[in-house]
């Protein structure tokens, strides 16, 4: 246990500390464990191998992960969102650093669309990632009526990111406004930020289980109405 008495566990933490701040895939998380790192840096260099360049050194990067910290404090002070994409934002880009989030926004845009519009088809791969601010849709499969998307809803989750055919044909039963992102450039915004690709990810299959306990709820009322009704 030499290590503990000689104060070499100081470098170790500090070794630990800055590998994690590289694997971590959030601020302000990964400049936090930069700056103890560093510190734990400082203190070894002074009370254990007593060179103070390499202090200066580690004081330096503290200095700098700090100055980031601010930086980053300012930038997402300075995000703003209009109500819309705050409603966008809040049912399912809330995992998001603001400053992502707004990024994400910034590659779809708002249309309002009429009813009958079709986004989606059966059997074809999803040609962008709805949201539903405003209106409803169909889900139609094989012809038959199997639920519905209303407002707050995301349409085009499920294949929107690897490309397959959608199990269903999704039609707007009211005018609606909507928030879209074409598949391309979410996928490449997607490659571009794999934390965010994370994210979105478990959002969107959070967004399926909704659906699918909405649909087996329906379906429940539905047998209870015709056992009723018998």
């Known amino acids: 246990m030499n290590w503990l008495a000689d104060g ?3 470098g170790h933490v500090g070794i630990l500390l800055l590998i994690a701040a590289v694997m971590a895939s959030r601020e302000p998380v990964r400049s936090i ?17 007593d060179r103070p360049s390499y202090a200066l050194l580690f004081s330096l990067l503290v200095v700098a992960m700090l100055l980031k910290t601010a930086l980053g404090a300012l930038n997402r002070a300075d995000v ?41 088809h059966q059997a074809q791969a999803a040609p962008c990632l709805f949201f539903i601010a405003a209106g409803a849709a169909e889900v139609v499969r094989d012809d038959v009526n199997v639920g519905q998307c209303t ?33 391309e450039r979410l996928r490449a915004f997607l490659e571009a930020n794999p934390a965010a690709r994370a994210v979105l990810q478990d959002g969107f299959a959070q967004a399926l289980r909704s659906k699918l306990g909405d649909a087996n709820a329906r379906a429940a009322q539905a047998g209870l109405t015709a056992g009723g009704a018998a």
Not at 39 to 48: D, K, M, Q
Not at 81 to 88: E, H, Q, S, V
Not at 156 to 182: H, K, M, Q, S
């Open 80 to 120: 703003r969102f209009t109500a819309d994409d705050a409603a966008l934002r809040q049912a399912h880009f809330g995992g998001l650093e603001p400053v992502t989030a707004r990024r994400l926004i910034d590659e779809g845009h708002w249309i309002e669309a009429s009813r009958g519009d079709v986004l989606i």
């Open 8 to 10: 070499a566990w100081l």
């Open 151 to 183: 407002a707050g809803d995301l349409v085009g989750e499920a294949t929107v990111v690897d490309g397959g055919g959608a199990t269903a044909t999704v039609r707007l039963i009211t005018n609606a406004r909507l928030w879209f992102v074409p598949a």
């Open 33 to 49: 464990l930069f700056g103890l790192g560093a510190l734990f840096g400082v203190a070894t260099s002074i009370f254990v191998i």
